[in-house]
């Protein structure tokens, strides 16, 4: 054995894995499928649907909530002040919140539905940096889009679904309301909906890119815990690295992050402005708006991921490729 690697400590990242905050206690009324809410859900809940598929891309959420087994249920107490969650295929949406609020929050956590059915990011392999980057990615989009349905439903009804004031509250509701506020031909979807969500929320919840950085710390975890068995003789080298090491080629990363400027859901069209930048261009443009770069957590977790990367690579037999990252 590698005298370096027969040395080496397996570090653990006590500030982020001693355990996560304790959720107050949350209560929540019966789940019920989204293809089933038209026919079997409460009144509430079918109004909410029936609205949102009113305009295409809520047309085209709702299809595909209900194509893949998604589920809805209501938040009756609880929730530590938030106004929805999303967690493996279930939405839940507090219930005591304006019908307009309950039906932006259906939308946008059912682009995360749509993310994580569409682009399965929990299944990609990606170091700590480009993950905190999907993490932070995830939420604009989901932002923009709701931003998007919420210009479409005004047009179509002449509602706006949030009124305006001087100290939004709600998440992304300041983008939301002034693109929807925009005359239709002066509407800029890529600076208004997808900039104005960059810049809103991050300026708005001041926890944001430290929140991003544990849950990607979080993700480091697993392979840190598979090298420590490969060390061990416990684990196959080669599925070990295949599974927590072996990241996405460039080309391939770059077609998947291009998917969140998808500005209409049913053609999966990339916006123009993003379509046209190259894959290091891509890359510099969103580590300016995740600060990714100066973010100290971050490039710790992808030191820590890259060395881990390293020691892989040399348990793998002598007569495999050795994989570049």
């Not at 939004?168 to 309301?177: L, M, P, R, S």
Request: proline share 5%.
């Amino acid at each position: 054995m590698n005298k370096k690697l027969r040395t080496f400590a397996i570090p653990f990242l006590c500030s982020v894995f001693m355990g996560a905050a304790h959720a107050d206690d949350i209560q929540y009324s019966p789940e019920i499928s989204f293809a089933d809410i038209p026919t079997h859900g409460d009144a509430r809940a079918k109004a909410t649907i029936e609205a949102m598929r009113k305009t295409p891309d809520g047309e085209a959420l709702y299809q595909n909530a209900a194509r893949t087994g998604a589920k809805f249920r209501w938040i009756t107490e609880g929730g530590d002040g938030k106004s929805g969650l999303y967690d493996d295929g279930i939405l839940s949406v507090k219930s005591a919140q304006k019908n307009s609020a309950v039906l932006l929050v259906t939308v946008h956590e059912l682009v995360h539905h749509f993310q994580e059915t569409q682009l399965q990011l929990d299944k990609r392999v990606l170091s700590p940096i480009y993950r905190y980057n999907a993490l932070h990615l995830s939420e604009v989009d989901a932002c923009a889009k709701t931003a998007i349905f919420n210009a479409s439903y005004t047009d179509l009804t002449g509602q706006n679904l949030i009124e305006k004031q001087e100290s939004y509250v709600g998440y992304g509701d300041k983008t939301a309301y002034e693109y929807a506020a925009t005359p239709l031909h002066q509407r800029n979807v890529f600076k208004q909906a997808y900039e104005g969500c960059f810049a809103e929320i991050p300026a708005r919840y001041s926890d944001y890119f430290k929140r991003n950085a544990n849950i990607a710390g979080i993700y480091l975890r697993p392979s840190l815990v598979a090298t420590k068995e490969v060390l061990t003789g416990k684990a196959d080298p080669v599925k070990v690295y295949k599974q927590y090491f072996a990241t996405m080629p460039v080309p391939q990363r770059h077609a998947l992050f291009q998917q969140f400027f998808t500005t209409d859901i049913q053609s999966g069209k990339v916006h123009p402005s993003i379509a046209k930048m190259d894959a290091a261009s891509f890359d510099n443009w969103i580590m300016k708006r995740t600060e990714a770069r100066t973010n100290k957590d971050v490039q710790s977790y992808e030191q820590i991921f890259r060395k881990y990367q390293d020691i892989a690579k040399e348990y793998l037999p002598a007569k495999s490729p050795k994989p570049g990252a």
